[in-house]
């Protein structure tokens, strides 16, 4: 009988640290908050896992005894919550007994090619998070050691050009944090599904000496041409520009410092000082100019190689390139001009 007395006190004993492992928070001083999406039907021990796969939980076990303890491994309910490190397994037990799913959702898009700004406005509409405090938190040094992508990115750069433009589901009255999570999670997803695809093609070699170089000229590829095939033919260009060390002359790079996208240049702006007038200083501009989307991406990783030195967008939409100065000069005088 003493046998059946030591194993059960031990039974107990690990019972009892299994529970403590699993309620204990994983960090009781974070900041952030993390979504986790459970499908209907996932046993006590698949939710136990995916929780602690988000960094919620420091034991799936510990959480799996805590579910028993309280008859609880069918009480479950689906849904999308919103938790944080700091919160302790009961707390999350508690929530997913009761269904108490994170507030409703939103639907959210961002174009391709949208600024940091215009994206913080579009979520301060929606009542997602307020423009500045995005803005604020939108900066590279923030979230660099979380996100690979962020390792060449300038010190004290914001997030522009690393927030993916795609449709997302948000939650009113978010943390500005979790949300730019969302957005660069996606964006280092689409940028590894882009770098795929170039080293599956023949002579899909990497034009960039760094993640920063190719974002910022998939920006201005967003911006200055429409069709895919353009797009790599651009970048190509572009590419052969700042190899070159001459300038990349691209007008959107202008129409970022003046927030105009609409209008057509003046001769005023096409002389404003700044280090993002491409036409006034030579190389790649402090950093990308909006978001590019993945056709973008694509484009600068695996340019097109070509002989064309030059290219304009004619008023239809159309990408009219040029071999020479005197070619291009010719094509600017037919189809602008206004």
């Given at each position: 009988?003493?046998?059946?007395?030591?194993?059960?006190?031990?039974?107990?004993?690990?019972?009892?640290?299994?529970?403590?492992?699993?309620?204990?928070?994983?960090?009781?001083?974070?900041?952030?908050?993390?979504?986790?999406?459970?499908?209907?039907?996932?046993?006590?021990?698949?939710?136990?896992?995916?929780?602690?796969?988000?960094?919620?939980?420091?034991?799936?076990?510990?959480?799996?005894?805590?579910?028993?303890v309280?008859?609880?491994?069918?009480?479950?309910?689906?849904?999308?919550?919103?938790?944080?490190?700091?919160?302790?397994?009961?707390?999350?037990?508690?929530?997913?007994?009761?269904?108490?799913?994170?507030?409703?959702?939103?639907?959210?898009?961002?174009?391709?090619?949208?600024?940091?700004?215009?994206?913080?406005?579009?979520?301060?509409?929606?009542?997602?998070?307020?423009?500045?405090?995005?803005?604020?938190?939108?900066?590279?040094d923030?979230?660099?050691?979380?996100?690979?992508?962020l390792?060449?990115?300038?010190?004290?750069?914001?997030?522009?050009?690393?927030?993916?433009?795609?449709t997302?589901?948000?939650?009113k009255?978010?943390?500005?944090?979790?949300?730019?999570?969302?957005?660069?999670?996606?964006?280092?997803?689409?940028?590894?599904?882009?770098?795929?695809?170039?080293i599956?093609?023949?002579?899909?070699?990497?034009?960039?000496?760094?993640v920063?170089?190719?974002?910022?000229?998939?920006?201005?590829?967003?911006?200055?041409?429409?069709?895919?095939?353009?797009?790599?033919?651009?970048?190509?260009?572009?590419?052969?520009?700042?190899?070159?060390?001459?300038?990349?002359?691209?007008?959107?790079?202008?129409?970022?410092?003046?927030?105009?996208?609409?209008?057509?240049?003046?001769?005023?702006?096409?002389?404003?000082?700044?280090?993002?007038?491409?036409?006034?200083?030579?190389?790649?501009?402090?950093?990308?100019?909006?978001?590019?989307?993945?056709?973008?991406?694509?484009?600068?990783?695996?340019?097109?190689?070509?002989?064309?030195g030059?290219?304009?967008?004619?008023?239809?939409?159309?990408?009219?390139?040029?071999?020479?100065?005197?070619?291009?000069?010719?094509?600017?005088?037919?189809?602008?001009?206004?």
């Amino acid at each position: 009988m003493r046998w059946l007395v030591v194993v059960v006190l031990a039974l107990v004993l690990l019972s009892s640290v299994g529970r403590q492992l699993g309620n204990a928070p994983v960090n009781p001083k974070a900041t952030q908050t993390i979504f986790v999406e459970l499908p209907p039907g996932l046993s006590a021990r698949a939710v136990a896992e995916k929780l602690t796969d988000a960094g919620l939980l420091r034991s799936s076990t510990g959480f799996v005894l805590m579910t028993i303890v309280r008859g609880a491994r069918e009480k479950l309910q689906a849904g999308t919550y919103e938790f944080s490190p700091r919160d302790s397994g009961a707390a999350i037990l508690s929530r997913l007994i009761g269904g108490d799913t994170s507030p409703t959702d939103v639907s959210v898009t961002f174009p391709e090619g949208f600024t940091l700004k215009q994206m913080a406005e579009r979520l301060d509409a929606q009542g997602i998070v307020k423009k500045d405090p995005f803005l604020a938190a939108a900066t590279a040094d923030r979230f660099r050691g979380e996100f690979d992508v962020l390792k060449s990115a300038l010190a004290g750069a914001s997030l522009e050009g690393y927030l993916f433009p795609d449709t997302y589901r948000l939650y009113k009255d978010s943390d500005p944090r979790a949300v730019i999570q969302r957005l660069l999670h996606r964006f280092q997803e689409q940028l590894d599904v882009a770098q795929r695809e170039t080293i599956a093609t023949p002579g899909g070699e990497h034009p960039a000496a760094s993640v920063h170089a190719l974002v910022t000229i998939a920006s201005i590829v967003e911006r200055e041409v429409r069709t895919p095939d353009d797009r790599r033919l651009v970048a190509g260009i572009l590419w052969d520009r700042f190899r070159a060390g001459v300038g990349l002359e691209a007008d959107a790079t202008v129409r970022y410092v003046t927030g105009d996208w609409d209008n057509p240049l003046t001769v005023q702006d096409l002389a404003i000082d700044s280090p993002y007038n491409t036409r006034k200083y030579r190389g790649l501009p402090p950093g990308p100019i909006g978001n590019p989307g993945l056709v973008s991406l694509e484009a600068a990783l695996k340019p097109t190689p070509s002989d064309y030195g030059y290219y304009l967008s004619a008023p239809d939409g159309r990408t009219i390139f040029s071999k020479t100065l005197d070619e291009h000069n010719r094509a600017k005088a037919q189809h602008l001009k206004r």
